[in-house]
């Protein structure tokens, strides 16, 4: 019973030098904080952090390590970070000849013979939920003792490699707070990551949740209390990643809740990951009561075939899904993220097409487009062979080709996502992108994403480096070669790509390539433009009169519009 308690090391808090284990995240972003190594540390009082990025490079990171004189270095393993940990890997016993060294993590919990056997100077693979497992064994090595045996634990010795069982933390309430009253002023610009439970209600293929069964909890008093921790510490953003953040509404409605009624002072963000179709009356009444800005939420649609849905075990609830994006866009307090995968089984580009259509009817505020990923450990293995996939060996797994999409197909909607992410997801060009789609593809959204691709590639835009003020110029000459657009409407279309470039960059910066007019008049910047653009960018027919729009310098965030006939 003593091996479990994950807070009662005071032995080892003895025993522990304060340098003599150190726990490295390589991190995707420097925004990005680690929660992993941060339990991690909790859980071993006495040991240390070390954060680096995949933007480092490798012989600064070496340096970084070493500086750090690890007796014990734990590494996380991550789909983002693994290739570059690999190489890492091979240069640390040059470096610290005598560390020992444990990897875990995803990466590395499944297939781990195989990853031990390449990579002879692993000492130990944590496999599963780290907390308990790390912790037991860090007492025996700082005691001089071997860490074969240990559950969760994949050791090596003269009989070769053992690769123990995965497992998790049964009491969830045990696992400590991750982050230090110390640390947080340091850090509270950066993406702070939190979780309340661990599992998901669902099992879908494709996500590794679905390889552990239920869901737990902790308890809310201490959930409400290190909510009070972050925001005391006016931390930018947390971002909750628990599954599926409304698995139980006794859960999570009084996170919600307590959310909702802190102080206009609070700035935190709160992000969670949610399965809309299961809100309620309440939840959305508790949902338009909150300030705007406190709550984001990432929704994950993935497809809207309910084939494609079926093979990998997920439901979706159209109906309600729509109905309730409807409802929370109406609010107009939060920001909604919706998700798309592609690559799905039996999804084709025409079954795409239409995916993509449904969901961007609703206007989300970012459409992210992801590819399909084969996770080790996940069920969407099995689907393999079915589908003919084929998928790449390195990380991060993403899918080439299977039955219903060919590599050609996937390569060509790896620019149709570059494209969308420049202009619709970085809230750029909106007005004038919904212009040509109702004006030139009768409404239909993925034409007019597709035609702009084309576009894009025949021009050898996929192959180069773009600034974003050259976005709406690009417009412009799309529209010219693509649609053969006549002058009346590419004067309205500048009309309404100015009127873009000011909505979103203010008065600091002028895209080129646009008719811009820029009459100083007294304190004001004034932009003139040859139609009723208000009209024209929600969508009505514009009147022939102009359209001025006041830009006060004091204040680049403001922005005066009036019509005139």
């Not at 919990?109 to 195989?114: A, L, P, V």
């Not at 998700?339 to 025409?350: N, S, T």
Request: charged share 20%; net charge negative.
């Amino acid at each position: 019973m003593e091996e479990k308690e994950i807070g009662g090391m005071d032995a080892l808090q003895k025993a522990l030098a304060a340098d003599d284990i150190v726990w490295l995240a390589v991190n995707a972003k420097y925004s990005h904080t680690s929660l992993a190594v941060r339990y991690l540390r909790q859980a071993v009082p006495g040991s240390r952090i070390l954060e680096l990025t995949i933007n480092d490079y490798l012989l600064p990171m070496l340096g970084r390590i070493y500086e750090a004189h690890p007796r014990v270095l734990g590494v996380a393993c991550y789909i983002w970070n693994i290739e570059l940990v690999k190489q890492l890997l091979r240069l640390l016993p040059s470096a610290l000849p005598d560390c020992k060294i444990i990897c875990g993590g995803p990466e590395v919990s499944y297939e781990t013979r195989g990853f031990m056997q390449q990579f002879s100077m692993v000492d130990y693979v944590v496999r599963g939920e780290g907390e308990e497992a790390a912790a037991a064994l860090c007492r025996r090595l700082l005691a001089g003792a071997s860490g074969a045996g240990i559950p969760g634990i994949a050791w090596r010795d003269a009989d070769g490699i053992h690769e123990g069982t995965a497992v998790v933390v049964d009491a969830f309430e045990r696992v400590p707070f991750p982050y230090t009253e110390e640390e947080l002023p340091g850090i509270r610009e950066r993406i702070l990551y939190y979780e309340t439970s661990r599992g998901c209600p669902f099992s879908c293929a494709y996500c590794l949740s679905c390889a552990t069964a239920g869901v737990r909890f902790l308890p809310m008093g201490r959930v409400l209390r290190e909510l009070d921790t972050f925001v005391r510490h006016d931390v930018r953003q947390v971002k909750f990643v628990d599954r599926t953040f409304n698995a139980k509404k006794s859960h999570f409605l009084p996170i919600l809740k307590y959310i909702a009624a802190l102080p206009a002072t609070c700035r935190t963000n709160f992000h969670f990951e949610v399965a809309i179709d299961y809100l309620d009356d309440e939840v959305l009444a508790v949902l338009e009561q909150m300030p705007c800005g406190r709550v984001q939420l990432e929704i994950g649609i993935q497809s809207t075939n309910e084939a494609t849905l079926a093979a990998v075990s997920r439901v979706n609830h159209w109906q309600e899904i729509a109905l309730h994006i409807r409802t929370i866009l109406g609010f107009r307090n939060m920001h909604l993220h919706v998700d798309l995968i592609i690559g799905l089984p039996g999804e084709g580009m025409a079954s795409f097409h239409r995916s993509f259509n449904d969901v961007f009817a609703l206007h989300p505020d970012a459409l992210q487009l992801g590819f399909l990923k084969f996770l080790k450990g996940a069920a969407m293995m099995s689907l393999v062979k079915t589908y003919h996939y084929q998928y790449m060996p390195l990380a991060p797994y993403e899918v080439l080709s299977s039955d219903a999409l060919s590599f050609g197909e996937i390569r060509w909607l790896h620019t149709f996502e570059d494209v969308f992410e420049r202009y619709y997801n970085a809230d750029r060009c909106r007005t004038a992108t919904a212009w040509l789609t109702a004006t030139f593809t009768g409404g239909d959204a993925f034409a007019f994403w597709q035609a702009l691709a084309d576009w894009w590639e025949a021009q050898g835009n996929h192959h180069q480096s773009h600034a974003p003020k050259n976005c709406y110029a690009y417009l412009l000459a799309f529209a010219r070669d693509a649609f053969d657009a006549d002058e009346a409407a590419l004067v309205r279309l500048d009309a309404l790509l100015r009127y873009d470039a000011i909505c979103k960059e203010g008065v600091r910066a002028f895209p080129p390539g646009l008719a811009w007019q820029r009459e100083r008049r007294s304190r004001d910047l004034v932009e003139v433009f040859p139609c009723d653009v208000l009209a024209l960018a929600a969508g009505k027919r514009a009147r022939l009169c102009e359209t001025v729009v006041y830009l006060t310098t004091d204040d680049a965030s403001r922005v005066y519009m009036s019509t005139r006939d």
